[in-house]
């Protein structure tokens, strides 16, 4: 199975995900944090000799600016020892997508209806993924790529979490040759009592370089910074393929089209295309219950013989059929054994195209 290649390929040196704080020695200064997505936090820790004001937080769409007053303008010559200005804000629940953040330090304004006199302004930037559409099967990443500027790609990634009430931190991404490693902080406590865990989706946009072609494998990993009994856990892997032209040929998770519209009366075909190993020996439509169609490929893959992924591009016949919303669930076999991370779903409509429609309906 591709668990056991991705374990092999995905073994490289773990990135510090949670630095420390610049009020207790860190390098980074000043430091910015972002958890959750309803409410999304943001925490800003920075070593300053200012005595400063509270944050006052403006959201204006995707530019988000926190404004402090200077309550020591001029800031006195020097200090024993540097305060620590540290504080936590509440963003709300923000759409998907990429925000810049810029905090500053200002002098407030002489006059009553005068403005503020901007002394420090900090820049940072993060990105709200969308939410999970399900949880993906445990320890597999439900994942896309789309391109980016000057050859760089955007993953969007959904893997499950086994835990209480998580907390995710910012994923960090490096890269080995063909192996990318994503590692996010989280904060998960158990509560009082007998509570049971429970499978969380979790979902993130980050940022890939320039890749070249060839096969690429995806590790996510989640630290807890705050518990050393639990240290680091792999909670997905994943992979993809970039064709010699620098297209992304397939993913680990399967994609489907259509071939043609389906519009009712007329033959429909149905086309899935997913990273996978092994031999490949056909494709199977099990049965149809109802709307919901049931489809298997056949994979016989023998350890420990290594087999090298690939694009898999099958197809199923599906026939005629009438007006109507239809769903396919595709999963995998592995000689009677599935696939979990493998299976995948698919849902589309039969219905004549708009501009043959009686009128009226």
């Known amino acids: 199975m591709l668990q056991r290649m991705f374990i092999a390929v995905l073994l490289i040196a773990l990135p510090a995900a949670a630095q420390t704080s610049p009020c207790s020695g860190g390098a980074t200064n000043p430091l910015f944090t972002v958890t959750g997505r309803d409410p999304v936090v943001l925490r800003f820790e920075h070593a300053v000799s200012h005595r400063l004001g509270g944050p006052q937080v403006m959201v204006n769409g995707t530019t988000i600016g926190i404004l402090q007053y200077l ?17 936590t804000v509440s963003l709300g629940a923000l759409p998907p997508g990429t925000y810049q953040v810029r905090w500053s330090y200002a002098i407030p304004p002489a006059l009553p209806n005068g403005s503020p006199q901007l002394v420090e302004t900090y820049p940072f930037t993060f ?29 969007h990634y959904e893997n499950s979490f086994l835990g209480y009430t998580p907390q995710f931190g910012t994923p960090a991404v490096s890269v080995f040759e063909h192996s990318i490693n994503i ?18 989706c979790n979902a993130e946009d980050v940022d890939l370089p320039p890749l070249a072609p060839g096969i690429y ?40 089209s259509l071939l043609p519209p389906a519009v009712p009366g ?13 031999f490949y020996s056909g494709t199977d439509l099990l049965f149809r219950n ?10 016989a893959q023998e350890y420990p013989t290594t087999y090298v992924p690939y694009c898999l591009i099958s197809a199923i016949d599906l026939g ?7 769903a396919v669930q595709w999963g995998t076999n592995d000689f009677g054994a599935s696939r979990p991370g493998e299976l995948g779903t698919f849902s589309f409509n039969v219905a004549m195209p708009a501009r043959h429609r009686p009128s009226g309906k």
């Open 71 to 87: 309550l020591d303008a001029p800031p006195p010559p020097s200090a024993a020892e540097a305060p620590c200005n540290a504080q």
């Open 127 to 155: 990105t709200v993924a969308a939410s999970c559409t399900m949880p993906p099967p445990v320890f597999f990443l439900r994942m896309t790529l789309r391109p980016g500027s000057a050859g760089a790609r955007r993953l």
């Open 183 to 200: 590692v996010q902080p989280v904060m998960d406590v158990a509560p009082s009592g007998s509570a049971s865990e429970n499978i969380v």
């Open 217 to 256: 494998g995806v590790q996510v990993m989640h630290v807890f910074p705050n518990s050393e009994a639990r240290g680091a856990l792999v909670t997905g892997i994943g992979g993809f393929i970039i064709g010699p032209n620098g297209d992304v040929q397939c993913t680990t998770t399967r994609s489907f």
């Open 266 to 278: 007329s033959p429909i075909t149905l086309k899935s295309t997913i990273m996978t190993t092994g």
């Open 290 to 299: 109802g709307f919901t169609f049931y489809v298997l490929d056949r994979i």
């Open 320 to 326: 005629k059929m009438p007006a109507g919303a239809y």
